[in-house]
């Protein structure tokens, strides 16, 4: 074998060595960088995990606010039924408790129009002062308000003489007259103050119905509750 022949030999076998050393480090290089982009893939795995676990949570919070929301009004709607229920209860009693206040006015004050059906007349701590509590009742059968004014004079005697006082020169207020509004009865308080020198006799109520100029009157005796029936002059 030739000298030349050998070189080619060892030339060849060299290069096959060379080859296979680049096609290692090509192999372990390639390996390397295959490790890297696991492991950064795995990263963003991870935090898209994350970001989808978050997302899930806030999901089911709304939910849960959701089903919430959903009971809230099924127990408003069942609240509101309820209410409903007893408001028609009540008014149906109510209607029931009128019409049976209707009947025992009726029975034991007759049936017509308005009228006074008494006065009263309290006395006070202070000496010569007074309630005067007047009645109205309106034994209607209808469902019918009554409006309108009610005033008084007393008649009596002032010294030897006999005078009659209007309600603005007795009441506290000097007040001329005092509205009412009623359907079946209303009491009206009016405080007032006799002259030292006036003897009460009798009331004279008048009432008025509405805008009618022509006022009903009525007379009642003074009497005072527990005690005399006239002050002392």
């Not at 009460?200 to 008025?208: C, F, I, N, S, T």
Request: aromatic residues 8%; glycine residues 6%.
């Amino acid at each position: 074998m030739s000298t030349k022949t050998t070189w080619k030999r060892v030339l060849a076998a060299a290069g096959i060595l060379v080859l296979c050393y680049g096609a290692f480090e090509l192999g372990r290089a390639s390996s390397g960088h295959f490790i890297v982009s696991s492991m950064l893939e795995r990263f963003a795995l991870q935090k898209r995990s994350q970001a989808l676990a978050e997302e899930n949570e806030s999901l089911r919070g709304r939910v849960a606010v959701a089903e919430v929301g959903q009971q809230v009004d099924r127990q408003a709607q069942v609240d509101t039924q309820q209410m409903m229920g007893e408001l028609q209860s009540e008014t149906a009693r109510q209607k029931q408790e009128l019409e049976f206040y209707r009947g025992l006015v009726v029975r034991q004050y007759g049936s017509g129009a308005l009228r006074v059906q008494e006065v009263r007349v309290r006395p006070e701590e202070d000496e010569r002062h007074y309630v005067v509590l007047i009645t109205l009742v309106q034994a209607a059968t209808r469902d019918t308000v009554a409006n309108g004014t009610v005033t008084f004079t007393v008649e009596g005697l002032q010294g030897k003489k006999p005078a009659t006082l209007a309600l603005p020169e007795i009441e506290l207020d000097q007040r001329k007259q005092f509205p009412f509004s009623l359907r079946f009865f209303q009491q009206i308080e009016v405080p007032i103050e006799l002259p030292v020198d006036f003897r009460p006799e009798r009331l004279h109520v008048a009432y008025q119905l509405g805008r009618n100029p022509d006022p009903t009157k009525q007379t009642f005796d003074w009497r005072v509750e527990g005690g005399a029936d006239t002050p002392a002059l």
